[in-house]
C-alpha cells in the first residue's frame, strides 16, 4: 500500500538496494515489475524532496538496465521540475545512468547541452555541466565560449567545474589555451579560496610563462596566510614546494610574503613555511630574511604566547642554518643570538650554543668579537648543558694573553670563593675558623647533627635535612652559577671546567713571559679543581661525584704539576679537541651533500625490451586525452614504483584450504593509507554458486570502506573481489572473514577464512632527528618496550644491521661514533610512520667472552601500539635468524 511517511520510503530504498532482483535463472523476478511501478509514481510525487530522493536512490541500482529502462521517460522529464532540488538530482541520476548504460540516454549531449540553454540555477548548471564534459568535452566547450565574459561572476560550483573543463580540454590539442589562461587569471581574484586553488594549480600546468607562475605563487601565499583551516594551509604548501622546486629563481622576490606565513599559530604550518623559506633564500634576499627572523626572535622574548619556546627554538635553528650558508649575515646575527643563552628554554640555549661553536671554527675572523661576548655572558647562564657549550668554546679558541686573563676573572667570579668546600662551611657553622680545623671538621663529624647557641642561650640540635634545606634554598637565590650547579651534583660541568682551565693555562704558558704570573695562574687552576674533587667527596652534596668526572680532574691537575714533562699531552689539549671537532664538522657536511646529490640524481632505470612511446609521432584521435602532467612524470621518472614478482608474490595470503568448495587467496597492497584487498575465487564445485557474498570484519584501527557486493559463480568459474580498508594507527591490525553462498534448498553455505595480518612495517620509513630532539621525545614519551637480546650472531656491528633492516628504523649515531674494535655497543634508531607517530629506539649489547652476544633494545613512543609492535617486530626477526643459522 503507498504510504505518505518519508522514514519509511526511505528504509523501502534501502531494502530494494539489496533485496535479491533476480531468480535462480537469472531473470528478473515479478515482484520487481510492483517495484518499478512504486519507483515510477514516487518519481512523479508532488513533493520535491521524495521526488529527489528517489531519483538519488536510483544512482545506486544504476547497474540494473532492466529495472532503469521503464522508468528513462520519467527521469528526463524531471528535467522539467519546477524546483531546482528535483532538477539538480535529475542531471545526477541520468550521468549515472549514461555511464553504466549508455544505450539507454543515446541523446545525452543534446539534452545537457539543451538543459544548459535553459536553465538559471547554478548549481544544476554546475552538475550539468560537469555532464557534458564527461560525455561530450566540445559540446561544453562551446556553452563555456558562450559565456567568457561571466566566468568571474558565476558561483563558485560552477567555477569550479569551468576550471575541470579548461584542464579536460587543454589535455588534448585545442586553440582556446589563451583563453583558458586569461580565464585562470581572473579566477585568481575570486572570493572563494577552494576556487583559487584550482585556478592557481591549473594556471601553473597550462603555461610556464613567468608572470603567471609568479601570480599563482602569489595567489598559493595568500591563501596560506589567510586561511583558517591549518590542513588546507599544509597543503597549499606543499604545492607552493612544489612549483618553488620546478621554478627554483622565478620565486625567489616572493620570499617575504611566504614569511608572513610565521604568523600562524600552529607549529607544523611554521615549520612547513620555515623549510620554504630557507629553499627560496638566496645572497640577495638572505639579510633581509635574517632581519625579519631577528625580529620575530625578540618578539618571542617579549611577547607571551602559546608555544613561544618552540617556536623561538625553530627561529634559532633557521638562524644557525642561513649564518653557515650565508658567511655575511653570521657577524650580525651571533651577538643577538648569545643574548638567549640565559634563555631560561633550555632547548633554545643549546642551539644557540651548537650555532656558536659552529661559527667560530668556521670564520675565524669572528673569534675574538665571539668569544669577548662570551665571557660577559657567563653570569647570566643557569644550564649546566650551556656551561659545558661555552667552556669547551672559551678553552679551544681564547688566543690573546689579555683574553684569556679576562675568563679566568670572569670564571673565578661564576665560581665564587675557593677552596669551595672551606667557604661552604664557613658559611653554614658562622664562624671564622681555619681553613685546617674547617677542613678537619668537615671530614671527622658524623654528620647526624650538630648542637648550635640560640639567641635566648638555649642549645639545639641542627640535623642534616635543615643543613640540606638551607643549603639549597642558598644555593638557589646566592650562589654564583655555576657553584650552584657543582653543590647541586653537577660534577660533569665540573670536568668540563677542569678540562678548559687546563687548555687556558696551558696556552697562557707559551704566551707569557712572566713566570710568576704564569705559576700563579697555574697554581689557582689547579687549587679550583682540587676544590671540585673535594667537594664532590664531602657530605656537603647529596649526591657524591661520580668516577669518571673524578679521573678526569685528577688528570687534568695532574698535566698542569707536569706542565713542562709532557708536551705530547699539552698537544693533545691544544690541537686535537679542535681537530676532531673540525673532523666532525666535515663528516656532518660531507653526509649533507650526500644527500643532497642523491635526493637530485633520480636513477630511471628501463629494461632494453620495454616499448618506447612518442606522442608525437603517434596517430592523432579526438577519443585519446593527453595528459600532460602524466608525460611530464613518466619523463623525468616521477611518482614510479617498479614492483618485482618475487615482491608481489610474498604479498598473496592463502584464505582457504585447497579442498574446501571455494578455494580464496588474497593480494594484499598497501597503498598509502588504505590496504587494497584483491581476493580471486575459485568455484571447486560443479554446482552454480548463487548469492555469494564476501564478508570481512577487522580487528585493531583498521576500517572496511565498502561491503563487497553479491556475485554468483559458475561451476568451476573464477570471481575477483576488490576491498579497501583505511589504516588509521600504525598498530598490528587483523582481516578475518568468511564466504557466504546460497546451497541446495536456500541452505546458508559458509567457509571461515584464514586471517590476514597486516604488517605494520609498511608504515614506518626510516627517518632522522637531532640529538637534542631525540633525547627530548625520549623524556616525554611514556611507553616504553624492552626486548633482550637473543641471538646467534657473534659481531655486535652485525646484530645492528639486523635489527635496523627488521625494523625499517635509521642509526642516528655517527659512523665514527662506533668505530674500532670493542666488546660494547650502544646505538640510538629513530623511525617515523606515515601517520606522524615517532619511534625511538636505543640499542645496547655486549659481547661477552665466550662470544654471545648478551643486552637489550628499548623501544619508546607515544602510543602503545607502536611500541609492542616493533618489539614484537624485533622478537620474531631474532626467531627467524636462529633458525636460519
Known amino acids: 500500500m503507498p504510504s505518505k511517511n518519508k522514514q519509511l520510503k526511505k528504509l523501502l530504498h534501502f531494502y530494494w538496494e539489496v533485496c535479491p532482483k533476480y531468480d535462480e535463472n537469472g531473470k528478473l523476478k515479478q515482484e520487481m515489475i510492483l517495484v518499478v511501478n512504486a519507483i515510477r509514481n514516487d518519481l512523479q510525487h508532488p513533493n520535491e524532496y521524495i521526488r529527489g530522493a528517489t531519483l538519488r536512490f536510483l544512482q545506486k541500482i544504476s547497474r540494473e538496465a532492466e529495472l532503469l529502462e521503464p522508468l528513462i521517460p520519467t527521469l528526463r522529464a524531471n528535467l522539467e521540475h519546477r524546483h531546482s532540488y528535483v532538477r539538480r538530482a535529475a542531471v545526477f541520476a541520468l550521468q549515472t545512468v549514461h555511464r553504466e548504460h549508455p544505450s539507454l540516454v543515446p541523446d545525452a549531449a543534446e539534452l545537457m547541452q539543451t538543459f544548459l540553454a535553459a536553465e538559471s540555477d547554478a548549481s544544476c548548471k554546475r552538475n550539468a555541466l560537469v555532464f557534458l564534459a564527461n560525455v561530450a568535452l566540445p559540446r561544453a566547450v562551446e556553452w563555456l565560449r558562450g559565456v567568457w565574459d561571466g566566468i568571474v561572476s558565476m558561483d563558485e560550483g560552477l567555477q569550479m567545474a569551468v576550471v575541470e573543463v579548461a584542464r579536460m580540454d587543454c589535455a588534448r ?10 580565464a585562470m587569471f581572473e579566477l585568481l581574484g575570486a572570493t572563494s579560496h577552494a576556487v583559487k586553488y584550482e585556478a592557481a594549480t591549473t594556471l601553473t600546468t597550462l603555461t610556464q610563462n613567468v608572470a603567471a607562475v609568479k601570480a599563482a605563487a602569489s595567489c598559493l601565499v595568500t591563501l596560506a596566510i589567510k586561511e583558517s583551516d591549518n590542513n588546507v594551509k599544509l597543503i597549499v604548501l606543499d604545492r607552493l614546494d612544489a612549483l618553488r622546486e620546478r621554478h627554483r629563481h622565478i620565486l625567489d622576490g616572493s620570499i617575504m610574503d611566504v614569511l608572513q606565513v610565521l604568523s600562524s599559530a600552529d607549529m607544523e604550518v611554521r615549520r612547513k613555511a620555515m623549510s620554504i623559506v630557507l629553499s627560496m633564500t638566496s645572497g640577495r634576499n638572505a639579510e633581509d630574511v635574517v632581519l625579519f627572523l631577528k625580529k620575530q626572535l625578540l618578539r618571542t622574548q617579549e611577547q607571551d604566547f602559546d608555544k613561544a619556546s618552540e617556536y623561538r627554538q625553530l627561529l634559532i635553528q633557521s638562524i644557525h642554518v642561513l649564518a653557515i650558508r650565508f658567511s655575511e649575515v653570521a657577524a650580525s646575527v651571533v651577538h643577538a643570538l648569545m643574548d638567549f643563552l640565559g634563555d631560561s628554554n633550555n632547548p633554545s640555549a643549546l642551539d644557540v650554543v651548537a650555532f656558536v661553536r659552529e661559527v667560530v671554527e668556521k670564520f675565524p675572523a669572528l673569534r675574538p668579537a665571539i668569544t669577548g661576548k662570551l665571557t660577559n655572558t657567563l653570569m647570566n647562564m643557569r644550564s649546566g648543558k650551556v656551561f659545558r657549550g661555552v667552556l669547551w668554546i672559551l678553552g679551544e679558541y681564547m688566543e690573546e694573553l689579555d683574553a684569556i686573563e679576562m675568563v679566568l676573572a670572569e670564571i673565578r667570579k661564576i665560581i665564587g670563593e675557593i677552596p669551595v668546600l672551606a667557604a661552604e662551611l664557613r658559611e653554614e657553622e ?19 647533627g650538630r648542637p648550635r647557641v ?13 643543613v640540606s634545606s638551607t643549603r639549597t634554598e642558598s644555593s638557589k637565590t646566592t650562589k654564583p652559577p655555576l657553584r650552584a650547579l657543582i653543590l647541586g651534583g653537577d660534577f660533569f660541568t665540573g670536568a668540563v671546567l677542569a678540562v678548559a682551565l687546563t687548555k687556558l693555562v696551558l696556552r697562557y704558558d707559551k704566551l707569557t713571559s712572566n713566570r710568576s704570573k704564569a705559576n700563579s695562574v697555574r697554581a689557582e687552576a689547579m687549587l679550583t679543581m682540587t676544590s671540585i674533587i673535594r667537594v664532590g667527596q664531602s657530605k656537603l652534596v647529596t649526591v657524591p661525584i661520580d668516577e669518571d668526572s673524578n679521573e678526569r680532574i685528577l688528570g687534568c691537575i695532574q698535566s698542569l704539576g707536569e706542565l713542562n714533562d709532557c708536551q705530547e699531552v699539552n698537544e693533545i689539549f691544544l690541537t686535537d679537541s679542535r681537530a676532531a671537532y673540525a673532523q666532525m664538522l666535515g663528516a656532518q657536511e660531507k653526509r649533507a651533500a650526500e644527500k643532497k646529490a642523491v635526493e637530485t640524481v633520480k636513477e630511471n632505470v628501463i629494461q632494453v625490451d620495454d616499448l618506447l612511446t612518442f606522442r608525437q609521432l603517434s596517430k592523432k584521435s579526438v577519443d585519446e586525452a593527453v595528459d600532460y602532467l602524466e608525460d611530464l612524470g613518466k619523463a623525468t621518472g616521477v611518482g614510479e614504483v617498479f614492483e618485482d614478482f618475487i615482491s608481489n608474490l610474498s604479498r598473496i595470503s592463502q584464505l582457504t584450504g585447497i579442498s574446501d568448495p571455494i578455494y580464496a587467496e588474497a593480494y594484499v597492497k598497501m597503498h598509502g593509507f588504505d590496504i587494497l584487498l584483491d581476493v580471486l575465487l575459485v568455484n571447486q564445485t560443479p554446482n552454480t554458486l548463487q548469492n555469494l557474498c564476501l564478508d570481512f570484519a577487522t580487528l585493531g584501527d583498521l576500517k572496511l570502506v565498502e561491503r563487497p557486493t553479491v556475485h554468483t559463480i559458475a561451476p568451476h568459474g573464477f570471481q575477483s573481489i576488490k576491498a ?19 546451497g541446495p534448498n536456500l541452505t546458508e553455505c ?11 612495517m609498511d608504515y614506518i620509513k626510516p627517518a632522522y632527528c637531532s640529538e637534542t630532539q631525540f633525547r627530548s621525545m625520549w623524556t616525554e614519551f611514556e611507553w616504553e618496550n624492552r626486548v633482550n637480546v637473543s641471538t646467534k650472531m657473534t659481531e655486535t656491528r652485525e646484530y645492528l644491521k639486523h635489527v635496523m633492516k627488521s625494523t625499517n628504523m635509521s642509526c642516528l649515531t655517527p659512523e665514527g661514533a662506533m668505530s674500532g674494535d670493542c666488546d660494547f655497543l650502544s646505538a640510538n634508531m629513530y623511525a617515523r610512520s606515515l601517520f606522524g607517530e615517532d619511534a625511538l629506539a636505543n640499542l645496547s649489547i655486549e659481547k661477552t667472552e665466550t662470544g654471545a652476544i648478551v643486552g637489550h633494545v628499548r623501544i619508546r613512543s607515544k602510543t602503545q601500539g607502536i611500541a609492542l609492535s616493533l618489539g614484537d617486530r624485533i622478537t620474531m626477526s631474532q626467531r627467524d635468524a636462529k633458525s636460519l643459522l
Open 430 to 448: 658562622g664562624n671564622p675558623h681555619t681553613d685546617e680545623e674547617r677542613d678537619e671538621g668537615s671530614f671527622s663529624g658524623t654528620g647526624v
Open 750 to 760: 559458509c567457509v571461515i577464512l584464514n586471517d590476514i595480518h597486516i604488517d605494520i
Open 454 to 466: 640560640l639567641a635566648d642561650g638555649t642549645y639545639a640540635t641542627e640535623t642534616a635535612f635543615s
Open 724 to 742: 579497501t580498508i583505511k589504516v588509521s594507527s600504525t598498530e598490528t591490525g587483523v582481516i578475518f572473514g568468511s564466504i557466504l553462498w546460497d
Open 173 to 182: 590539442e585545442t586553440t582556446h589555451r589563451p583563453k583558458y589562461i586569461r
